[in-house]
């Protein structure tokens, strides 16, 4: 620390000349040490601006990719739902599938079996040992084909004029399968 008023009580001129010197030299060294601190103040507030508009960019950037994240999860979501939709849709597609074949199937069986009794009976003429299950089968097949009430109420009328219990080929038991088969054809 300089005491200034030993400086100011020195008679030599010297060593006033020397002091001087040596103010100047400090005086600009000082301002050399400010003009350099205020440029690296200037460098650090430029630094520190990048740094923050670095800062803002890449905070918006996360933001995005959040919201792309959260949009792609959200998508991904509903097309599982979608998928899983579709694939109960096609489970029970095939599902249905499966027990209407095997419902076609059996019905086909049994309409086999009982085509193959009827004819053999028709073809003999001997009804005397059919039960009533036996007839309903017979009155079924011969109802085969029917699409419409039109047809049903033709064939049920060719049907009764064929096997009527007065008729030389009647049966009662049959008239009477016949006649059920109609009603619930019918109805």
Known sequence: MIDWED?????????LKKLKVFLFQENLRLDAERQ???????????LQD?????????????N???????????????ENMFFDKKMEILKDGFRTLEED???FEREKEEFESGRRLSMSALETS????????????????LFAGITNQGMLKKRYKDLVKIFHPDNLFGDVRLSRAINREYQRLKG
């Open 7 to 15: 400086i100011v009580q020195c008679d030599n001129e010297d060593e």
């Open 36 to 46: 350099k601190l205020a440029s690296d103040k200037e460098e650090l507030r430029k």
């Open 50 to 62: 990048s740094f923050m508009k670095d800062r803002v960019s890449l905070r918006d950037e996360l």
């Open 64 to 78: 995005e990719l959040n919201r792309k994240t959260t949009q792609e999860r959200q998508r991904l979501r509903q």
């Open 101 to 103: 074949r095997r419902k």
């Open 126 to 141: 001997d009804l005397s040992g059919l039960s009533e299950d036996d007839f309903d089968s017979i009155a079924c097949v």
